[in-house]
């Protein structure tokens, strides 16, 4: 298992590419997550991170700190498989 911390930007970021299991736990700020195959549109819909996740494949995440005045979102993942 790895376990990292992942400071977030206000863009979307591809958290997974499904084809591992990850652990997913807010750390500090405020992150947004939603499922796409392909990077979302800026404006796109998104789930508020609010506990641990785990995300198992084939699924496809993306992330972003919700954040727009402040760049303090961080999480902390976990790559189990």
Not at 10 to 35: F, I
Not at 57 to 71: F, G, H, L, M, Y
Request: charged content about 15%; hydrophobic content about 35%; glycine content about 4%.
């Amino acid at each position: 298992m790895i376990t990292q911390k992942m400071a977030l930007t206000s863009n979307w970021q591809q958290l997974t590419d499904g084809t591992k299991t990850v652990y997913l736990d807010p750390y500090s700020g405020s992150a947004g997550w939603c499922v796409s195959d392909t990077q979302p549109q800026p404006d796109a819909d998104f789930h508020i991170l609010k506990m641990p996740i785990t995300i198992s494949p084939p699924t496809k995440v993306w992330i972003k700190s919700t954040r727009e005045w402040k760049q303090d979102t961080v999480v902390t993942i976990s790559v189990t498989g």
